[in-house]
């Protein structure tokens, strides 16, 4: 996301900060312990909103990466390392998720964080990670300009090298669904619309620029405020726009009611979004208005991978009481991608930890490359992930189905 374009145990989950001697004391963000051995526990920080209208995403970020964690310990994946997660909500607020950023580089048994959803929430966090060499492995934020900088589009410059992720990007994401809406759904007139906020305005400006280069015409643009839910005034105007199609760019809490209320007002078009309202709640907010919308996503469908069905099974067996969602499949690379990292500095140092084990961590991951639920894992040298492949969703009978799965074709 994201702020988001694919897992909530909580009785496995310490309420207060778990120590790891190994990684030395607190207030050096642990870089100054000693070297330990066997029976080191290793804590994997997760941020994502678990409460509020987008805790549906964040809870299903927070049992995939648990289940990795799960996964590493029964496989005794790192000899002499018990994984274990700890989970804060960031209620997909900026402040919330610095001051969660604040307390994990704070406790020296955390050597790397999974999340955030919100890539407005992950640039309050990106400075304080990079300052204390912790590393940090989002599953869902799109946003370019934490890999890239923010004049990306002209010259790219990486501003933090802690921060990685294994969702790609909107430079990518914006532009697949033009694509697919000027060349496959034969739609040439969009009414853009956005929330104002880091994801979905450059998730609409990436799309528009797309769709105007290939020959579509905007006949409209407008930005909400997603603190509201009376899109009335709005949908009128997509109406008399002439549009053959609504673009945008947020989240579901909003696009759910505003693709009803286009409908209700007489526009009988299609909505596409990106991968901020690829969630059944989109359906559940819209209702029947919802047939017919779209969604792009990152990857494809985490059912239909060969290389996920251990992911499903075990995820299923686990008992998680929410789903995986749209980023379950991606947190739990992200937090794999941490743990191959560790696994290697251990193995580097004799089977320890090493005294600087937090650094060492942060510019592992950089070089780490596996096998993953998702596909390869792998980063490019800004930190992005090198799996570029999205997918088409369309609301079909009340559900999500995949419609196509591709990669964007273009510079």
Known sequence: MRQRSLIAITAALAAGALT?????????????????????????????????????????????????????????????ITFKVEAKDDQAQPSSGQQNATAFVGDSSV??????????????MQKVFDDNQLVEVSPANTSPDLTQGTNWQKSK?????????????????????????????????????????????GLAKTFTDEFTKLGGKVVGTEHINPDTKDFSAVATKVKTSGAEVVYYGGEYPQAGPLSKQIKSAGANIPLIGGDGIYDPTFIKLAGSAATGDFATSVGAPVETLPSAKEFVANYKAAGYKDEYAAYGGYSYDSAWAIIEAVKKVVENNGGKLPSDARSQVTR?????????????????QYGDATNKQLTVYSVTNGAWKAVESGTYSGG
């Open 20 to 80: 790891l001697t190994a990684c030395g004391s607190r207030d050096s963000g642990g870089d100054k312990g000693s070297d330990s051995g066997a029976g080191s526990t290793v804590v994997i920080g997760v941020d994502a909103p678990l409460t509020g209208d987008l805790s549906a995403l964040g809870l299903g970020i927070k049992n995939s990466a648990d289940l990795a964690a799960k996964t590493a310990n029964k496989q005794n994946f790192v000899k002499g």
């Open 111 to 124: 050597l790397g964080v999974v999340g955030p959803l919100n890539s407005s929430v992950a640039q309050s």
């Open 157 to 201: 410059v990486r501003p933090y090298k802690s921060y990685f992720r294994t969702a790609t990007t909107d430079a990518v994401q914006g532009p697949f669904a033009a694509q697919y809406i000027y060349n496959k759904a034969k739609k040439t007139k969009v009414f853009v619309i956005d929330d104002k906020k880091t994801y979905g305005a």
């Open 364 to 380: 592992t991951v950089q070089n780490v490359s596996f096998d993953g639920v998702t596909g390869k894992v792998s980063f490019d």
